[in-house]
């Protein structure tokens, strides 16, 4: 079956702009997680929906970043007033959420984000 | 305070040499621990994943990684790594509740020597 996908695969921005990430999780994963990668930073946690649950927004940086996900199933990632150091891969996760955090979690590729 | 430690930034292997990468934890609940891959450009891919039993877990690629509860290890490794093996490493641990979500570790680069 398809696994977790997201768009663009790339994406530049200058300075100040706005920009949205989206991820289509795997077809019937409750749970969906975003991930900042930065270059030797690792995997820095954003934010995690699971269900019907408030999300856990702990690890968004800034107010500039929030995320949404629509029937359970699309998430996107806005980002606002972009800025230089925003630049990184982010990534989004799905997994089936039955257990928490002994969940597998599936990757997607990745969206790539360069603030110019 | 629940966290994972990964204390090697870089690892350089010549190909065909045996491979060990460490892992240390701390988690106040049983854990569940899971070792990732990924190669350049691409998501993160589980190679394997422990949570209770025989104490050796066997994962996808040859790779293996024992749990060492009295030393709060996870280490992954391979008995002769490939060129193809060149990727970043990460070790994370989590736990059997709802709500709860796993901690990666900072991840481990391997590089191949030809």
């Known amino acids: 079956g398809a696994g977790v996908s997201q768009s663009p695969s790339n994406k530049v921005t200058e300075k100040g702009k706005d920009v949205e990430l989206r991820c289509d999780p795997i077809?019937?994963?409750?749970?969906l997680y975003w991930y900042r990668q930065s270059l030797g930073q690792g995997l820095e946690f954003l934010i995690y929906?699971?269900?019907?649950?408030?999300?856990?927004k702990s690890g968004l940086p800034s107010d500039r970043f929030s995320a949404e996900r629509t029937g359970g199933s699309v998430s996107t990632l806005t980002i606002q007033r972009t800025q230089q150091e925003d630049s990184a891969v982010y990534l989004c996760a799905s997994s089936s959420g039955t257990s928490g955090g002994a969940d597998t979690q599936y990757f997607g590729p990745g969206t790539r984000l360069t603030v110019l | 305070a629940q966290s994972v430690t990964q204390p090697d930034i870089h690892i350089t292997v010549s190909e065909g040499a045996s491979l060990e990468l460490r892992c240390n934890y701390s988690?106040?609940?049983?854990?569940?621990l899971f070792w990732y891959v990924q190669s350049p450009g691409q998501g993160l891919q589980l190679l394997l994943k422990?949570?209770?039993?025989?104490?050796l877990v066997q994962g996808i690629k040859g790779f293996e990684a024992e749990f060492k509860r009295s030393q709060s290890s996870f280490n992954l490794r391979k008995p002769s790594v490939h060129w193809s093996d060149a990727a970043e490493y990460f070790c994370?641990?989590?736990?059997?509740?709802?709500?709860?979500?796993?901690?990666f570790g900072k991840g481990t680069r391997l590089h191949i020597l030809p």
């Open positions: 988690y106040g609940a049983t854990p569940y």
């Open positions: 077809s019937g994963h409750t749970a």
């Open positions: 994370a641990v989590g736990a059997q509740v709802r709500d709860d979500k796993i901690i």
């Open positions: 422990y949570f209770s039993g025989d104490t």
């Open positions: 929906f699971q269900g019907n649950s408030a999300p856990d």
